[in-house]
């Protein structure tokens, strides 16, 4: 498989290292073979040639089985308007690997409960994908527009976009706890009244699939009332972008989530955290988002569900072994560098990997 790796801005290179450290030492005892190449993207494009997804980068990922991302977007381009600004690589890469279904998992990590901003009795349990669409909405609607005093986006779908992102979450659901949850504003948008309306026809073909809808307000409050009341939420993509914040941070920090990116020409796999300026360069970003994108990449476009669990199972030992990064430490533990995180998680999961060898060996 060849992988294109697009570090990015900020905390993005020193994350990605590790998850294609992780990668590339598990792989072995799995017999994948993985060849990285290493693109830029976002900011660091901007100043290595003034263009934030570049001609060579945009090839590279198109001639690759999967592309995973670090972060975009660096504090020295605010003062540029948005179509020039890091962000802007960032949209233009999904537009052109065509991947319409951002999934982004958050559960309980039962060694972060008392990390949680929540009640331990409110979020034990959680485990939820939030299934985004990531190609629609105001982020690509036309027309578009800032004259002068006056600026405007459209949120825009169309039935078909609706449906295949729907199916995806209709499918994830199947092989979760049979529960979607379609979040939209359906009572102000009309938008959001095709949505509701599109997700209750292709529900039709899910019989065994319960569904139910919630405005996004209410949803963004119950994630932090009741959260583990859900499973799967299929949403929009700025609400979608919103409530994956939220959500993340539920689970004791940003830094922890992965994300994937599907259904287009090729997958795209990214921890849901940013560029994080403030703590770049530093060894102290936690890498555990990035690997656990690694780990999705394994399980959806290599289709390697075992190698992909090493990983998983590797980030809980870390945890539950009393590991931390700065992020997730309280005052008093030990607290390891972004390096030192990769290098034990990619122990961790060779380790595992071979008890899973010698587990079918018998
Ligand atoms: C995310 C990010 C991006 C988004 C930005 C960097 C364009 O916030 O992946 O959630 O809004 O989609
Ligand atoms: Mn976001």
Redesign the pocket.
């Known amino acids: 498989m060849k992988i294109a790796i697009l570090p990015g801005d900020g905390v993005g290179p020193e994350v990605t290292r590790e998850a294609v450290r992780v990668l590339s030492e598990v792989a072995a005892p799995f017999g994948i073979e993985l060849e990285f190449t290493e693109h830029p993207i976002g900011g660091a494009a901007i100043r290595a040639c003034g263009d934030p997804f570049p001609d060579e980068t945009r090839i590279a990922c198109a001639a690759s089985d999967a592309v995973l991302l670090g972060a ?2 660096s504090s020295e381009f605010d003062d540029l308007p948005p179509a020039e600004r890091p ?1 802007i690589g ?2 233009r890469l999904r537009k052109a690997l065509g991947g319409f279904a951002n999934l982004r998992p958050a559960r309980a990590f039962p060694a972060l409960i008392d990390s949680s901003p929540l009640r331990e009795e409110v979020f034990r349990g959680t485990d939820m994908m939030i299934v985004r669409e990531l190609l629609g909405g105001l ?1 690509f609607g036309e027309p578009r527009s800032a004259v002068g005093r006056e600026a405007y986006n459209t949120m825009r779908y169309t039935r078909d976009e609706i449906e295949r992102v729907a199916r995806v979450a209709f499918e994830t659901a199947r092989k979760r706890k049979n529960r979607v949850t379609s979040v939209d504003k359906a009572n102000v948008l009309e938008v959001s009244r095709l949505w509701r309306s599109t997700v209750e026809d292709v529900a039709k073909d899910y019989p065994d699939v319960e569904l139910d809808h919630l405005f996004v307000d209410a949803c963004a409050m119950h994630l932090v009332t009741k959260p583990s009341q859900f499973d799967v939420i299929l949403t929009e993509n700025l609400f979608g ?1 919103i409530l ?2 939220e959500a993340a941070v539920l689970t004791g920090s940003l830094g922890m989530l992965a ?1 994937a990116t599907i259904g287009g020409r090729i997958d795209l796999y ?1 921890p ?1 955290h ?1 560029s994080a300026p403030d703590i770049a360069g530093k060894n102290i970003a936690n890498p555990l988002g990035a690997i656990a994108s690694a780990a999705m990449l394994l399980r959806y476009t290599a289709k390697q569900p075992e190698a992909a669990d090493a990983i998983d199972r590797a980030i809980d030992r870390f945890l539950d072994e009393g590991h931390r990064t700065l992020d997730i430490a309280r005052p008093g533990e030990n607290v390891v560098s972004t390096s030192e995180a990769g290098k034990l998680a990619a122990q961790y999961a060779v380790e595992s990997a071979n008890v899973a060898h010698a587990y079918h060996a018998v």
């Open positions: 975009v977007g962000e960032l949209l982020y972008d994956s914040d994300s990214e849901v940013g």
